[in-house]
């Protein structure tokens, strides 16, 4: 039987390595993005090595009259693996910039994921089948001064997961909320951070888009809630999580974090 996934975010990065490996593994896909070129190429180069079809559907998440256009465009469709991957950070401080320009990132990575969370996990829910994997970071766990709204929704996302894994893992849904660490993508190149700063120093080891989308792809069928990939991110969250708070404030402050 033909199943079909939706990921959000598949021009490039994370969504792009979900959108080649489910695509290896045979589902009909429907991918997102802004940069018609890139994600019309890669759909093109997905339909040619795997013979599944691949939709493009052209979306600013931080739009809502273009989000409901791909709700109405999906609304008829049964999606069984639904990956919401689309995220952004930001080049200013939350005081330094205007709040028009900040509330984008609540738009795209609360409403626009809500929404459509809403349409097709409670499709799922009627129909008992189907699985979900929510991107956030290993940033939702370390607020910092020149992050917050981009920490504060990231850990958001882990809330409403595993929320929503606790309702429907009974019904045979798994829902996996993923907290990739310092991952190779269009990322950070879109705030302009430099090449060089891509180097492994300590715990901090980049992955790379592909290792973090099948590490995350292996363990979904077994288990959802929080997935941390790569065995320095675990370190980092097992240490994160370890700080007293008042130290790790007084260690964020010194940082300049
Ligand atoms: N890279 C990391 O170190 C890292 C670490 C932890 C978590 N993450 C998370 O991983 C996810 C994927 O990021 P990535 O690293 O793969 O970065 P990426 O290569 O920049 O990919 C981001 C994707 O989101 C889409 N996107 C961005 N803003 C959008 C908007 N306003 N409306 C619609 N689509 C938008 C982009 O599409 P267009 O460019 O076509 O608009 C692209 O497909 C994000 O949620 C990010 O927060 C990344």
């Not at 009259?65 to 791909?70: F, N, R, V």
Request: glycine share 6%; aromatic share 10%.
């Amino acid at each position: 039987m033909i199943k079909n996934a939706l990921i959000t975010g598949a021009t490039s990065g994370i969504g792009a390595a979900f959108a080649r490996q489910l695509g290896e593994k045979g589902y009909n896909l429907y991918i997102t993005g802004r940069r018609r070129e890139i994600i019309e190429k890669l759909a093109q180069e997905i339909r040619e090595k795997h013979n599944v079809a691949v939709e493009v559907i052209i979306a600013d998440f931080t739009n809502e009259s273009e989000i409901d256009c791909l709700l109405e465009k999906i609304t008829s469709v049964d999606i069984e693996f639904l990956v919401n991957n689309v995220g952004f950070g930001h080049e200013k401080k939350f005081l330094d910039d205007s709040y028009e320009n900040q509330r984008k990132m609540i738009e795209a990575h609360i409403e626009s994921f809500c929404k459509i969370t809403h349409l097709v996990a409670g499709k799922m829910k009627k129909t008992k089948k189907g699985q979900i994997i929510n991107v956030s970071s290993l940033a939702a766990f370390t607020p910092a001064a020149f992050n917050h709204l981009y920490s504060s929704t990231k850990s958001f996302i882990i809330t409403f997961s595993e929320a929503l894994y606790i309702e429907l893992y009974p019904l045979g849904i798994n829902v996996q909320v993923l907290c990739p660490g310092f991952t190779k993508s269009d990322f950070h190149r879109s705030l302009k951070i430099q090449e060089k700063t891509f180097e492994n120093r300590g715990l901090i080891r980049w992955m790379t888009s592909e290792e973090v989308v099948r590490l995350s792809l292996n363990s979904v069928d077994k288990r959802g809630g929080i997935f941390i990939p790569g065995w320095s991110n675990k370190i980092l969250y097992t240490i994160i999580k370890a700080l007293p708070r008042k130290l790790y404030y007084v260690m964020a402050r010194y940082m300049k974090m």
